[in-house]
C-alpha cells in the first residue's frame, strides 16, 4: 500500500532533517521561553481529546515538514484505500476494515458490509443481554453468575482493558480473563468460580492459538467434572471466524458468533470480541464504546492533516524515534482504570509496526517501531520515574488524563486533585528539569548547611528536555474508552505508511510457536536432538533433572 511517490517521500525526509538541523540544540525550556502561545500553537482537540504536544523538542518549521512528510507519504491516499476494503494486508491479502464495525449502519463507506456486521452485533449483543437478565441460563435453569474469556493477544488485551476500564458501569456477571498457557493462570481463576454458574467464552480469531485451545480443554474437562458432557452446550460459547474448527470443539452453532478475516486480531474488540465487555456493562453502553470509536473514526477520515490528532501523534513518534533517535515509548495513564492500556497499546503498536522490511520485501531504509512500555501513574513514579528523569537513555512518554474521575462522592474529590496535578508535575519536570543552580537554591530555602548543598547539588540536577505528550479528557466513559482506543490504532496506522510497512500481519510471532511445538513432546522423553543447540539441549536436560514429578 504505497503510491509511487517516492521522489516526494525522499525529498519530505530530507525537509524534516533539515528542520531538525534548524532546531540545532534548541532545548524545551528555551523553546518554551521563547514561545509564549507554545501550548496554543502545538496542541488540538479531536472528538474529546485535547492531544497537547508543546512539551515535544520541535517547532513550527519542524511541524510544518512533518506534516508534510504525511502528505508526500500519501498518508490520506492510503486511509482511502483502507476504507475502501482493497486488500491493504498484502502479505495475506486482506482487507482492514475494523472501521466497519462501529461504523453507522447507513456509512456509505462500509455499506458491502453493513448487513453482515449489524446481523451479527445484534445477535451478540442479544446473547449479552440474555446473559445479564438470566435468559440465557446454565444447564440447571440457573443464573450465570460468572463469565471467562479464554484468549490471549487481541483476543483478550482489548476486552481485559474494556471491562476494567468500564468499572463503574459493570453491573453484569463477574467477568475473568484467562490467557496464559501457565496452568497457574486458568487454576486461579476457576478457583473463583462455580462451574455450575459460569459460562466460558472461547475467544479465537483463528481458533487455532495453542494457549486458548489448551485453556479451553481444561475449562472443558472442569465443567465436565463436575456438571456433566451435556452441561458443555449451555456453558460454552465461542467467539471466532473459524466457524468449523468451533464446531470440531463441540460449541453449538447458536453459541457461536462469527467475524471476518477484515478484523485484525489486535483491532478485534470491536466486533463479537467485545462480548465479554457487553455483558459486564450492557448493550446501550457497548454501543456508547462504538460511537466513541466512531467519533474518532470521523476526526481521523475528515480533519485536515495538519489538525489530525493520529497523524499528529504518528508524527511526533516519527520525529522522536527516526529524527531524535529515541528507541522507546512510554505509556502512563494518569488512570488507574487504564492499568491495561500500556500493554494493549504495546502488542496493538510492536506487533503492527515492530518489523523491518518495506512492503516490496526489501530492507526499510529507517527504523520503525519504537519499543513500548508503562504503568499508570503514579505508581509508575515510584518504579521507573527515576530513570526518565535522570537516566542515560530518553523515553518520550504519552502522559493520559481525565479531567473529571468518575468517583462523584466527595470522599474521592482529594484524590483527583492529587492524580491530575502529579501528572501535570511530571511532565512538567520532565520537559523543563531542574538546574543545579535552581537546586542549590531549592536546598538554601530549605536552610541546608554549603557543604551539604554543594555535595547533594549534581544528585538534585535534573536535566529536562525529555519530551512527552499529554492527552486530556473529560472523564473515562465508554464513550471516550472508544475514542481513546481508536486514537491509537490510526497513529500506529499513519506510521506505518509513513514507514512503508504492513502494519497488518504479525509473521514474527510464528518461529517461536513453530519451535514450541518442537520442543513440547521432548519434554516427555529423554532424547536429544544432537541437530540442536547446545543451550537448548542443556536447558532440555536440566529441567528433566530439577523437575521431580
Ligand atoms: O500470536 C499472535 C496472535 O496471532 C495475535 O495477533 C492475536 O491477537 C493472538 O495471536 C490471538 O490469536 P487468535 O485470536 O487467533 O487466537
Not at 500500500?1 to 534548524?22: F, G, I, K, L, P
Not at 528523569?389 to 482529594?414: K, M, N, W
Not at 491530575?420 to 520537559?431: G, K, M, R, T
Request: a negative charge; aromatic letters at 6%; glycine letters at 8%.
Amino acid at each position: 500500500m504505497m503510491s509511487n511517490n517516492t521522489n516526494a517521500r525522499h525529498e519530505a525526509w530530507d525537509v524534516v532533517r533539515r528542520a531538525h538541523a534548524s532546531l540545532g540544540p534548541a532545548t524545551l525550556r528555551t523553546l518554551f521561553d521563547q514561545h509564549s502561545n507554545r501550548f496554543e500553537t502545538f496542541s488540538r482537540t479531536g472528538a474529546d481529546i485535547l492531544f497537547d504536544f508543546s512539551k515535544q523538542r520541535l517547532d513550527t518549521k519542524a511541524l510544518k515538514a512533518l506534516i508534510d512528510l504525511s502528505r508526500a507519504s500519501d498518508v490520506e491516499w492510503a486511509r482511502d484505500q483502507m476504507v475502501s476494503g482493497a486488500a491493504i494486508n498484502i502479505t495475506e491479502n486482506r482487507a482492514v476494515r475494523h472501521m466497519a464495525l462501529r461504523a453507522s449502519p447507513t456509512d456509505p463507506a462500509f455499506a458491502d458490509v453493513a448487513d453482515d456486521v449489524d446481523a451479527v452485533r445484534e445477535a451478540m449483543l442479544a446473547f449479552a443481554e440474555g446473559v445479564r437478565s438470566g435468559k440465557v441460563a446454565a444447564a440447571d435453569d440457573g443464573p450465570l453468575k460468572h463469565v471467562i474469556n479464554i484468549g490471549i493477544g487481541g483476543s483478550d488485551l482489548g476486552p481485559q482493558l474494556a471491562v476494567q476500564a468500564l468499572q463503574p458501569d459493570n453491573d453484569g456477571p463477574a467477568v475473568h480473563f484467562v490467557s496464559n498457557v501457565d496452568g497457574a493462570h486458568i487454576a486461579d481463576t476457576l478457583a473463583k468460580c462455580e462451574p455450575a454458574r459460569t459460562l466460558v467464552l472461547v475467544a479465537s480469531k483463528s481458533f487455532a492459538t495453542l494457549e486458548t485451545l489448551r485453556n479451553a480443554k481444561t475449562a472443558r474437562a472442569w465443567l465436565v467434572n463436575a456438571c456433566g458432557e451435556e452441561a458443555v452446550a449451555d456453558h460454552f460459547a465461542a467467539l471466532s471466524t473459524n466457524l468449523e474448527a468451533v464446531a470440531a470443539f463441540g460449541i453449538r452453532s447458536d453459541r457461536t458468533f462469527g467475524f471476518w478475516d477484515w478484523v485484525g486480531g489486535r483491532y478485534s474488540l470491536w466486533s463479537v470480541i467485545g462480548l465479554p465487555v457487553a455483558i459486564a456493562i450492557g448493550p446501550e453502553k457497548f454501543r456508547e464504546l462504538l460511537s466513541g470509536a466512531a467519533a474518532m473514526d470521523a476526526h481521523f477520515l475528515n480533519a485536515p492533516l495538519g489538525e489530525n490528532l493520529p497523524v499528529l501523534a504518528a508524527l511526533v513518534g516519527i520525529w522522536n524515534r527516526n529524527i531524535e533517535g529515541h528507541a522507546a515509548l512510554g505509556i502512563l495513564p494518569y488512570d488507574q482504570r487504564l492499568q491495561r492500556l500500556p500493554a494493549y497499546v504495546q502488542q496493538l503498536d510492536m506487533e503492527s509496526n515492530g518489523k523491518s522490511v518495506a512492503l516490496d520485501g526489501s530492507a526499510l531504509e529507517t527504523v520503525s517501531g519504537p519499543i513500548v512500555w508503562g504503568e499508570p501513574g503514579t505508581n509508575a513514579q515510584h518504579a521507573f520515574f527515576q530513570m526518565l528523569h535522570q537516566g542515560a537513555t530518553i523515553v518520550p512518554c504519552d502522559f493520559l488524563v481525565a479531567a473529571d474521575s468518575r468517583e462523584t462522592e466527595a470522599l474521592y474529590e482529594p484524590h483527583h486533585k492529587a492524580l491530575v496535578a502529579n501528572c501535570l508535575a511530571q511532565s512538567e519536570a520532565l520537559a523543563l528539569g531542574e538546574t543545579t543552580d535552581e537546586a542549590r537554591a531549592r536546598m538554601e530555602a530549605a536552610g541546608m548547611a554549603t557543604a551539604e548543598i554543594e555535595r547533594l547539588g549534581p544528585h538534585k540536577t535534573f536535566p529536562g528536555n525529555r519530551p512527552s505528550s499529554t492527552l486530556l479528557y473529560p472523564a473515562l466513559t465508554p464513550a471516550l474508552l472508544g475514542q481513546l482506543l481508536a486514537f491509537y490504532e490510526h497513529k500506529v496506522f499513519v506510521q506505518g505508511v509513513i514507514w512503508g510497512i504492513n502494519s497488518f500481519d504479525q509473521w514474527g510471532v510464528q518461529l517461536g510457536k513453530l519451535l514450541a511445538d518442537e520442543l513440547t513432546p521432548m519434554l516427555s522423553t529423554d532424547e536429544i536432538d544432537p541437530d540442536r543447540n547446545g543451550s537448548t539441549n542443556g536447558l532440555l536436560q536440566a529441567v528433566r533433572h530439577m523437575r521431580n514429578r
